[in-house]
């Protein structure tokens, strides 16, 4: 999708993980797992556009670590030294709201698509790391976030402020308290289906396998069959630019979206 | 619960507060983090409780608790902290600290660290059955394969020598 909007999207040679669930084991293994993703880019000379909330903040945090602390940089620049790489802490850290609310902007969203997604309603979901720790700088306020209500209602469609907004997926637990985390997740789904929405809509990819790949789990769990439509901001910027369900991945999505894709359909035929 | 003095270790909370980077000490036990905590709604996780006994110094009982793993690191409790206390980054040090202590976490983070050094991901792409039952993954979609370090040996390598090597074994 960014590239029709003028992004240009250039792989990063080499990546690996950011290393965010290793905090929880080895702190150091995460830091130099993220710097060396930032020693890449800063390699290739671009911003970095991390797609995960996860990885955003991680990028985020360990920026400000290893600023505020030269003998830790020294330190991983050391470890990066065998692959002949160089952290200097340059590469500026993107999140694909702020590209699309605040480069791309609503406006030229809304001048980009051809047909409107009217009748419609949306939940957002951020995802927490996409507002919290405030104080390291997140897209949008902690508390009171409007940027991804902004792209929705840029696509004609409706939605509205719900209490469960902010809350976690529950992924973080999921490899602890598997159970618990799909309980979370659940709870906020049957809030949505019960409020009337028609789906609910993140750009995280962590909160997006939590709502929509794990549904099954989620429903099985909970002794009833939780279905409910998740999809992928930018798949519903595509459908309104007029692309095609397979090239948006929507095939791919676990949750039952179609009756949300053909009543969108309907009413723009 | 009786707390007897043999079981407090004083220099505990300094610890913590130096691995956080934050001022643990400074909490007043008001609560409000259990009361945003999403997690210990289900779990065992009571984070006021998590914060006393580690400023107490009992901490072969916080280490070996495992409340500490159960928190998802959602930062709401931080963003509502009346006395600015990075509850997160006093969770990640207590794991790093129970680890380094010992203790064995969840099996899942392990397994993520053996994927980071054999594959450069924590998890390696899975193929995936859609909601129509049809099976897909990046090849039959025609996507690229996904990036990876171009020495691997060089990579984890360097990896190892953070001290990871020696907690997820292999």
């Known amino acids: 999708m960014l590239p029709r909007l003028d992004v240009d999207l250039v792989e990063i040679k080499g990546a690996a993980c950011c290393g965010f669930p290793l905090s929880s084991i080895n702190n150091l293994s995460w830091i130099y797992l993220t710097a060396r993703n930032l020693a890449l880019c800063e390699d290739q000379r671009l911003d970095m556009l991390p797609l995960c909330n996860g990885c955003h903040l991680s990028m985020c945090e360990v920026k400000q670590t290893l600023q505020a602390n030269t003998a830790l940089k020294e330190k991983i620049n050391g470890l990066l030294a065998s692959e002949d790489l160089r952290y200097d802490g340059t590469t500026r850290v993107r999140h694909i709201i702020e590209v699309l609310h605040d480069d791309v902007g609503p406006e030229r969203i809304r001048k980009s698509i051809n047909k409107r997604m009217a009748d419609l309603k949306f939940a957002a979901h951020y995802g927490c790391h996409a507002l919290r720790p405030s104080e390291l700088g997140r897209p949008d306020d902690s508390r009171n976030p409007r940027k991804l209500e902004n792209l929705i209602g840029a696509l004609g469609a409706r939605w509205d402020i719900y209490p469960e907004r902010l809350d976690c997926c529950g992924a973080g637990i999921a490899v602890s308290a598997g159970e618990s985390s799909l309980k979370i997740a659940g709870a906020k789904l049957e809030k949505l289906k019960a409020a009337g929405f028609d789906g609910l809509v993140t750009t995280c990819p962590f909160c997006m396998r939590m709502y929509d790949a794990r549904q099954e789990a989620i429903g099985a769990l909970l002794g009833g069959a939780t279905s409910f439509p998740v999809f992928y901001y930018t798949q519903l910027l595509g459908l309104c630019m007029g692309l095609d369900e397979a090239s948006l991945g929507l095939h791919l999505n676990m949750s039952p979206v179609d009756d949300v894709v053909q009543k969108f359909h309907a009413k723009t035929a | ?170």
């Open chain 2, 1 to 170: 619960m009786v707390i007897r003095s043999s079981d407090l270790e004083l220099d505990f909370i300094q610890e913590v507060s130096k691995m956080s980077g934050d001022n643990v000490k400074s909490c007043f036990q008001c609560g409000t983090c259990t009361g945003t905590c999403p997690s210990g709604r289900l779990t065992s996780l009571r984070t006021r409780m998590i914060i006393r006994k580690t400023i107490l110094g009992l901490k072969k009982e916080v280490l070996s608790s495992p409340a500490i793993w159960e928190c998802m690191i959602c930062f709401k409790c931080h963003e509502q902290c009346p006395r600015g206390v990075n509850i997160p980054a006093v969770i990640l040090a207590l794991r790093n600290l129970a680890v380094r202590e010992g203790m064995v976490p969840p099996e899942g983070y392990l397994k993520m660290g053996k994927s980071v050094f054999e594959e450069g991901t924590v998890q390696p792409p899975q193929e995936v059955v859609t909601r129509d039952f049809e099976s897909f993954s990046r090849t039959s979609l025609n996507l690229p394969g996904l990036s990876k370090p171009g020495d691997l040996d060089k990579f984890s390598r360097a990896l190892g020598e953070t001290g990871l090597r020696k907690i997820v074994g292999g």
